[in-house]
DNA sequence: ATTAATTATATAATTAGTTATGCAAATGTA
DNA sequence: TACATTTGCATAACTAATTATATAATTAAT
């Protein structure tokens, strides 16, 4: 199918479902050859019964990986047909064990003559194909087990976003953005403190004149992301990471762990041997953050901000 | 999935069903990744018209190997979504050509970004995966289009069928089914004539005391096809293959092909150089297997049966 | 110039699965 | 021991496709 080259990889599930009406149409057709009065859609069902000698319906569904409702219709048109039976040998009475009747058991002996022909048939395209389509599903039952296709397309996405992000020093133009975002959520978890607004009203006076640093990140050309590296009067610290902010609209972007990355790097260059922060718990992806960039919790410290609730520090490398 | 591993090959229809729900499933998770007001099932319809200007619906159902109800009904979706329209332009009223709105070809634009996602997340697995399932789907499609699941299975119940035959020698216990086999074809295409019922009715005298032979097909023991072996008084012939007649319930399993081996077979055996048949041309199948065995056409000896319109030889080899 | 066959589409019915939901039986827990 | 939770199953409603069929427009054939 021309179609899927054009398309690319994305069309793989619609090249999936393609393929599987081919082979199910002619699983029909290799029943009525072998004269088996038999549905294609109850093999997976009839196997296993053929297998067990008496098993529970959501048993039968875990098995095959089928849901439970759809199992329990098919066993109810093998009944229809004869081919299967209530086994009332349960003490449980939710359950409805079933068996096969004399019927199926007959048909499982046709059948399996059936099975050994399909198997070496499809042996045989096996054998004269380069790619093994058994082996791949197979292969790929796990992979995709192990990580989902959602998942790894999130992670493509995020990656590729973070690398059309760009961090920049401030400039008065970013102001207004840095003020905004930082209010966006303190004011959401906590209160505005007279800390804060000092701070982000005139961060020119109250950040940069003193020594610090503003960083913020860029994306499609709009500020999304601003952090602060505070100038301290501390014996033990040099600087304070503060007013982080991402804008909600560009979370999934790692503009968090960029800007963490780019003020610990600044403030490296200025000679600071060790970082200081202040947070509060309830900020867990905020926290999970800086634990990943290195941080870990300190104690002691005097702080001017009621929201505070743990101290951490970043020894820098 | 261990049920499968149980099964056999034969649960490939199974198997794929369910790599196609694990797939489509998360396709639609995708979509929403994205921000995109989209079904999933759109895709290769919406796919085509951002490709193409402007087309038909058939010519999408071909172009994406979908059947025509199907994209007619998405067409309609579509429509109601407001990512495609109707376009006047086309002199034959019966079509109905689509392209896609300014709305269309915005989302167009905004999956653009997701499908390269995709195709990044797709190509990684196939990298971390030791056999290549999109290979493998290409190269599947190419095999089974060239032949049938179907037709390659009913090769291999031939196969191994036509093993299970075996071609005896007659004997008296015989005489009711090599008279049964014949007069069932005969009367069903012809008429019974004088020559028949001698040779049917006596095979003994009429054919094996003369110096011909009798070979029987036994399936499961009984006999499911004849075929005779009978001396002739001509200058050319030593011999006229004649009286093959296989059971229709015993087709396909190479019976024919097989007395007819075995008859050539004994011919040498008996020193003659050539043999010898008379048939009609409606009895194609059997004409064809006449071909097929090496026989050729002749013309010009004179035979008792009314029924016959074409004579052939095989040189024995 | 009719009539028959073909083509393009739409609609209806069917299929093989899925979620969602409800009920009864069994199990766990305060 | 009573009550909440869990389990097993059936039923209903939905989904994404399919085949079968109807209708209108076009093309081919007499």
Same mark, same amino acid.
């Given at each position: 199918m021309e179609f899927f080259d054009k398309v690319g990889k994305a069309a793989l599930g619609s090249r999936l479902r393609l393929m599987t009406a081919v082979v199910t149409d002619d699983a029909a057709k290799i029943y009525e050859l072998y004269g088996v009065e038999f549905v294609p859609k109850w093999f997976p069902v009839f196997y296993t019964l053929a297998e067990e000698r008496e098993i529970t319906i959501?048993? !039968?569904?875990?098995? !095959?990986?089928h849901s439970q409702p759809s199992v329990s219709k098919i066993i109810q048109e093998m009944i229809g047909a004869g081919l299967i039976k209530e086994s009332a040998k349960t003490d449980d009475k939710r359950k409805n064990n079933v068996v096969l009747t004399e019927k199926g058991i007959l048909i499982s002996k046709k059948i399996k003559q059936q099975l050994e022909d399909i198997?070496?048939?499809?042996?045989? !395209?096996?054998?004269?194909?380069?790619? +093994?389509?058994?082996?791949?599903?197979?292969?790929?039952?796990?992979?995709?087990e192990q990580k989902s296709l959602i998942k790894r397309v999130s992670e493509q996405k995020k990656k590729r976003e973070s690398k059309d992000v760009k961090i920049v020093n401030y400039k008065t133009e970013y102001q207004e953005a840095f003020?905004?975002?930082?209010?966006?959520?303190?004011? @959401?978890?906590?209160?505005?403190?007279?800390?804060?607004? @000092?701070?982000l009203d005139n961060p020119e006076e109250y950040i940069i004149k003193k020594g610090g640093k503003i960083l913020v990140a860029l994306y499609e050309n709009e500020p999304v992301g601003v952090c602060a590296?505070? #100038?301290? +009067?501390?014996?033990?610290?040099?600087?304070?990471?503060? @007013?982080m902010a991402v804008s909600p609209k560009a979370q999934g972007k790692s503009i968090g762990w960029l800007l963490g990355k780019a003020i610990a790097e600044k403030a490296k260059e200025l000679g600071a041997k060790k970082i200081y922060l202040e947070s509060n718990t309830i900020l867990k992806p905020a926290i999970n953050l800086y634990y990943k960039?290195?941080?870990? #919790?300190?104690?002691?410290?005097?702080?001017?901000? #009621?929201r505070c609730n743990i101290q951490m520090e970043l020894v820098l490398g």
């Open positions: 959501t048993e !039968i569904a875990n098995e !095959i990986g198997d070496v048939a499809i042996e045989d !395209i096996i054998a004269e194909s380069k790619h +093994n389509l058994w082996a791949a599903l197979e292969e790929w039952e796990f992979l995709l003020r905004a975002l930082n209010v966006e959520w303190i004011s @959401k978890y906590f209160e505005m403190e007279e800390a804060d607004y @000092k701070a590296l505070i #100038k301290m +009067n501390n014996s033990e610290y040099d600087f304070e990471m503060a @007013k960039l290195g941080f870990e #919790k300190v104690f002691g410290l005097e702080t001017p901000y #009621k």
